[in-house]
């Protein structure tokens, strides 16, 4: 069972910048990747960014240009950095990780953005 702890959030104005990490334990062997979805309210859950063991990543067009992940494989940590943000990135992130093909969720941590 891997455990996903998340930080970072918050409330931020247009324009601003968040980090947000992410760190894996337990059972860690055999991730092959890691990611950012979120969640507004009333909207399915949908991909940020992930990116692979091997450092593919994958943005969704939303975010491209203003995003940024990177994953550290030592550490099992991912963070997730954006930039120039929109009261539309407002939502609940939650990190993932996929291990053998199960995908493994965080708690989710909420991000606000201010007009």
């Not at 910048?17 to 990747?33: D, K, P, V, Y």
């Amino acid at each position: 069972q891997v455990q996903l702890v998340e930080s970072g959030g918050g409330l931020v104005q247009t324009g601003g910048s968040l980090r947000l990490s992410c760190a894996a334990s337990e059972s860690t062997s055999g991730i092959s990747g890691m990611g950012w979805y979120r969640q507004a309210p009333g909207e399915q859950r949908e991909l940020v960014a992930f990116i692979s063991r091997g450092g593919e990543t994958n943005l969704a067009d939303s975010v491209k240009g203003r995003a940024t992940i990177s994953m550290d494989n030592a550490k099992n940590t991912v963070t997730l950095q954006m930039n120039s943000l929109k009261p539309e990135d407002t939502a609940v992130y939650y990190c993932s990780a996929n291990r053998w093909g199960y995908e493994y969720w965080g708690q989710g941590t909420r991000v606000t953005v201010s007009s």
